[in-house]
């Protein structure tokens, strides 16, 4: 195929890629833009389907070799991520908390984003229990550099033992708060990452400070 003829073959594997994800918006999310702005410039031809568009894709789980070839009989599969044990996922949830309680709630934010998703080769090596491990957003500038406002990180609930030095979801009086815990003077503290000590200083851990899990991992848009 000639350059236009590839161009063409690739807006049609994108709209198709577009309508399996559920919209532009979403096939954007997936590729690591903020919205589906950038997905419909390709799919009207104003941006070029690009080599590094074609990677981005092509390292989604299920689309390795998706715009490889015109031949339908030798298209990928798509893998089902549904329920799926090979690629458990990590939904993203809003946790419900109430002060001083050691349990939590959770509300499914399906809508906003897909799930996180690893092979299961991810989880054993770490021995996390995919069940166990939520996605949640990032509110405050409270841990910059380190994690961002509207950064995603994963919390995995059974880890609730103290580390001094890591990173863990806190229940902060009936409030979601990410800190790194610190002993320091025989106590243990909740400490940000900010240098700003004056904005955000740190806090003694007290009876109402419950730990919901520690933070495995996270997804910035900030390089």
Not at 19 to 41: P, S
Not at 62 to 77: A, L, M, V
Not at 106 to 129: H, M, S
Not at 156 to 177: H, I, M, R
Request: proline share 5%; glycine share 10%; charged share 30%.
């Amino acid at each position: 195929m000639d350059e236009h003829q590839t161009q063409e073959w690739r807006i049609k594997r994108l709209a198709e890629l577009a309508h399996r994800e559920g919209g532009n918006a979403a096939l954007g999310r997936r590729l690591g833009y903020k919205d589906g702005a950038y997905v419909g410039q390709m799919l009207r031809g104003d941006r070029v389907i690009s080599e590094k568009t074609v990677m981005a894709v092509h390292s989604i789980p299920g689309y390795s070799g998706w715009f490889d070839t015109e031949d339908d009989s030798k298209r990928p599969t798509r893998i089902d991520l549904d329920d799926n044990p090979e690629y458990p996922a990590i939904r993203r949830v809003q946790f419900k908390l109430s002060a001083g309680a050691s349990g939590f709630g959770v509300t499914y934010l399906d809508n906003e984003a897909p799930p996180i998703v690893f092979k299961r080769e991810w989880y054993d090596e770490r021995g996390f229990k995919p069940e166990k491990l939520f996605a949640t957003g990032v509110r405050n500038g409270s841990m910059e550099p380190g994690l961002w406002d509207g950064d995603t990180v994963v919390v995995n609930t059974a880890q609730t033992e103290p580390k001094d030095g890591c990173v863990f979801a806190v229940n902060y009086e009936g409030e979601l708060s990410i800190k790194r815990l610190i002993r320091d003077e025989g106590k243990w503290w909740l400490s940000s990452d900010n240098p700003d000590k004056r904005l955000y200083p740190r806090k003694a851990c007290h009876s109402g400070v419950v730990l919901i899990g520690e933070i495995v991992h996270k997804q910035s848009e900030r390089i």
